[in-house]
Antibody, heavy 120, light 108 residues
Framework: QVQLQESGPGLVKASQTLSLTCSVS??????????WSWIRQPAGKELEWIGR???????YYNPSLESRVTISIDTAKNQFSLKLTSVTAADTAVYYC????????????WGQGALVTVSS | EIVMTQSPATLSVSPGERATLSCRAS??????LAWYQQKPGQAPRLLIY???TRATDVSARFSGSGSGTEFTLTISSLQSEDFAIYYC??????????FGQGTKLEIK
């Protein structure tokens, strides 16, 4: 069965870089049938799509975060990763990785989420 | 960016009754809408896509309707496990994909 699992530091200092990895099992990130996304949710707030990547490495980002975000993929390890630079307290959130079919693009499998707190 | 607005923010319904949740898009998104259920401490779970197609293993008590800018999620005969927060998401105009602010369905 398809499973996604986020990993990475739970505490990041302000102005530094947040880095998370999503390990995928049950499906190959080499598959041309899916996009791989990062989504975040501050406590008690709505979901915010951060960006997505395709097996080829092609990416799309949320314009509101584009200047600070990089998503990469390692198909050999069946993983994809998120880097968010110059973090502030506003970046404190639960970060989810998720899969979705290429078209239409909704999110059919999610990781359990990773809480990242930005400290001053 | 398309703004998704859900109403009401909180809906109180008794078990066994029907719940109707609404989602409005700031401009037409055809039928490019998904609904998710989120329980405390859990990731969202896909319920509906294409505005009305149930995802795999989703109970037939969940149904979606609408197109353009107005959408509805109906849950018939509410059971205890249905009390959660529900989000809608559009995928017609991107980036970015956008979510509503959620409707909390609580026990009356």
């Amino acid at each position: 069965q398809v499973q996604l699992q986020e990993s990475g530091p739970g505490l990041v200092k302000a102005s530094q870089t947040l880095s998370l990895t999503c390990s995928v099992s049950g499906v190959s990130t080499r598959s041309g049938s899916y996009y791989w996304s990062w989504i975040r949710q501050p406590a008690g707030k709505e979901l915010e799509w951060i960006g997505r990547i395709y097996t080829s490495g092609g990416t799309y980002y949320n314009p509101s975060l584009e200047s600070r975000v990089t998503i990469s993929i390692d198909t050999a390890k069946n993983q994809f990763s998120l880097k968010l630079t110059s973090v502030t307290a506003a970046d404190t959130a639960v970060y989810y990785c998720a899969r979705g079919p290429v078209t239409p693009y909704y999110f059919d499998h999610w990781g359990q989420g990773a809480l990242v707190t930005v400290s001053s | 960016e398309i703004v998704m607005t859900q109403s009401p923010a909180t809906l109180s319904v008794s078990p066994g009754e029907r719940a109707t949740l609404s989602c409005r898009a700031s401009r037409s998104i055809s039928n490019s809408l998904a609904w998710y259920q989120q329980k405390p401490g859990q990731a969202p779970r896909l319920l509906i896509y294409g505005a009305s197609t149930r995802a795999t293993d989703v109970s037939a008590r969940f149904s979606g309707s609408g197109s353009g800018t107005e959408f509805t999620l109906t849950i018939s005969s509410l059971q205890s496990e249905d009390f959660a927060i529900y989000y809608c998401q559009q995928y017609n105009n991107w980036p970015p994909y956008t979510f509503g602010q959620g409707t909390k369905l609580e026990i009356k």
